[in-house]
């Protein structure tokens, strides 16, 4: 069995995410690659937040919330457009819909990829947030990945 794995070509795990995908730049997501994703599983989706922002945000900042990924996607492309598939993408805590890109207020801070791989679809609206999309995956995880990066102001 290959294991479940995310990774992007843009940048390698622990490495700089490039300017280009930060929120006062052109605020697009990296493209991303999946592979190992279990066979029975329904649906894909990803989280991106940012563990380092619980200092200054008072929180884990949520940038990027998609679900209902078609499984065998095998690559999410930068900018992915969710509208184009059957996934949706979640309310960010910019308050906008879709992704929004690292934008440390204090140095340089770690982000997280996390690519979940479900047993189900979710039946969740646009401009859902993190913590409905959480108890909605309760019991349906299969496996996860994940991919960090770093960005600095």
């Given at each position: 069995?290959?294991?479940?794995?995310?990774?992007?070509?843009?940048?390698?795990?622990?490495?700089?995410?490039p300017?280009?995908?930060?929120?006062?730049?052109?605020?697009?997501?990296?493209?991303?690659?999946?592979?190992?994703?279990?066979?029975?599983?329904?649906?894909?989706?990803?989280?991106?937040?940012?563990?380092?922002?619980?200092?200054?945000?008072?929180?884990?900042w949520?940038?990027?919330?998609?679900?209902?990924?078609?499984?065998?996607?095998?690559?999410?492309?930068?900018?992915?457009?969710?509208?184009?598939?059957?996934?949706?993408?979640?309310?960010?805590?910019?308050?906008?819909?879709?992704?929004?890109?690292?934008?440390?207020?204090?140095?340089?801070?770690?982000?997280?990829?996390?690519?979940?791989?479900?047993?189900?679809?979710?039946?969740?609206?646009?401009?859902?947030?993190?913590?409905?999309?959480?108890?909605?995956?309760?019991?349906?995880?299969?496996?996860?990945?994940?991919?960090?990066g770093?960005?600095?102001?």
């Amino acid at each position: 069995m290959v294991a479940f794995t995310l990774t992007s070509p843009a940048f390698d795990d622990g490495a700089p995410i490039p300017r280009e995908y930060g929120y006062t730049e052109r605020n697009v997501n990296p493209p991303l690659s999946v592979a190992g994703v279990p066979e029975d599983a329904a649906s894909l989706a990803v989280v991106m937040d940012d563990p380092d922002a619980l200092e200054p945000a008072g929180k884990i900042w949520d940038h990027w919330l998609v679900w209902n990924v078609p499984a065998d996607v095998g690559t999410i492309p930068e900018g992915y457009d969710a509208t184009e598939t059957e996934a949706t993408e979640g309310r960010n805590d910019f308050g906008e819909p879709g992704y929004g890109g690292p934008n440390p207020p204090d140095g340089r801070h770690t982000y997280r990829f996390v690519a979940y791989a479900l047993d189900t679809t979710l039946s969740l609206g646009p401009g859902t947030t993190k913590d409905d999309f959480e108890a909605a995956t309760e019991g349906h995880v299969l496996d996860e990945a994940t991919l960090e990066g770093t960005y600095a102001p």
